[in-house]
């Protein structure tokens, strides 16, 4: 009777644990875990310090050169400003007078006044008795010429490039003068002088110089 009092126990012992095994295996099949509250994030840490400087990197790889591009197309030329003031100093000048003193015209053909009496620029040239324009404009020129013999009639004339301008005649008495005038435009190499009209050597020869022949540049063209 004890015996089969203890067998009965130890079997109700196994039954409970059979069923304690399945209903756990089943519960962890079908039951679902509540979920926690998230934690509090943590303090954040403190910046570190910055690091060293570093080296300079090597330079870089020089470029290639081009070839240098065709010059462009010239601009339009751009409108003539005004002509300004002309400075005295770069002034274009001409000026001359010259006089007879002791030579004779005994040929018809320029007459060489023999004294320089002013010559600006050179102009004039006492060896061919010819005023040659180097700058081209607008001259006055003028003579005066004396007789020393009042038995002869005296003319002499003003000459451009072979042609009589203008003349002075002599008629009277001796040591009588005359004289004239004229203005001219000239071109470069244009020539200009006095000669009597026949050949004659009838001019007062005198230092006073009575016979002369002046011009000078009015204003250049």
Same mark, same amino acid.
């Given at each position: 009777?004890?015996? =089969?009092?203890?067998?009965?126990g130890?079997?109700?012992?196994?039954?409970?644990?059979?069923?304690?095994?399945?209903?756990a295996?089943?519960?962890?099949?079908?039951?679902?875990?509540?979920?926690?509250n998230?934690? =509090?994030?943590?303090?954040?840490g403190?910046?570190?310090?910055?690091?060293?400087?570093?080296?300079?990197?090597?330079?870089?790889?020089? !470029?290639?050169?081009?070839?240098? !591009?065709?010059?462009?197309?010239?601009? /339009?030329?751009?409108p003539?400003?005004?002509?300004?003031?002309?400075?005295?100093?770069?002034?274009?000048?001409?000026?001359?007078?010259?006089?007879?003193?002791?030579?004779?015209?005994?040929?018809?053909?320029?007459? /060489?006044?023999? =004294?320089?009496?002013?010559?600006?620029?050179?102009?004039?040239?006492?060896?061919?008795?010819?005023?040659?324009?180097?700058?081209?404009?607008?001259?006055?020129f003028?003579?005066?010429?004396?007789k /020393?013999d009042?038995?002869?009639?005296?003319?002499?004339?003003?000459? /451009?490039? !072979?042609?009589?301008?203008?003349?002075?005649? !002599?008629?009277?008495?001796?040591?009588?003068?005359? +004289?004239?005038?004229?203005?001219?435009?000239?071109?470069?190499?244009?020539?200009?002088?006095?000669?009597?009209?026949?050949a +004659?050597?009838?001019?007062?020869?005198?230092?006073?110089?009575?016979?002369?022949?002046?011009?000078f540049?009015?204003?250049?063209?």
């Open positions: 009777m004890l015996v =089969n009092d203890k067998l009965f130890l079997a109700v012992i196994l039954k409970l644990f059979y069923e304690t095994c399945a209903t295996e089943t519960c962890s099949n079908c039951c679902t875990a509540i979920p926690g998230p934690g =509090n994030p943590g303090n954040p403190n910046t570190g310090n910055p690091g060293q400087k570093g080296e300079k990197g090597s330079d870089g790889i020089v !470029g290639v050169q081009c070839q240098k !591009g065709d010059a462009g197309a010239p601009g /339009k030329l751009g003539k400003g005004p002509q300004g003031p002309l400075r005295e100093e770069i002034q274009r000048k001409s000026a001359f007078t010259v006089a007879y003193s002791y030579s004779s015209f005994e040929v018809v053909g320029p007459m /060489k006044y023999d =004294n320089i009496i002013t010559n600006v620029g050179d102009h004039y040239s006492a060896e061919t008795g010819f005023f040659l324009c180097q700058i081209p404009g607008t001259y006055v003028s003579f005066t010429s004396q /020393k009042q038995n002869v009639a005296l003319r002499t004339n003003l000459m /451009k490039n !072979g042609v009589i301008i203008t003349a002075g005649l !002599g008629q009277g008495s001796e040591g009588q003068s005359f +004289t004239n005038i004229a203005i001219l435009n000239l071109e470069q190499n244009d020539r200009v002088w006095t000669q009597p009209h026949a +004659t050597n009838s001019y007062l020869q005198s230092s006073l110089k009575y016979c002369t022949f002046s011009g540049l009015l204003y250049a063209s």
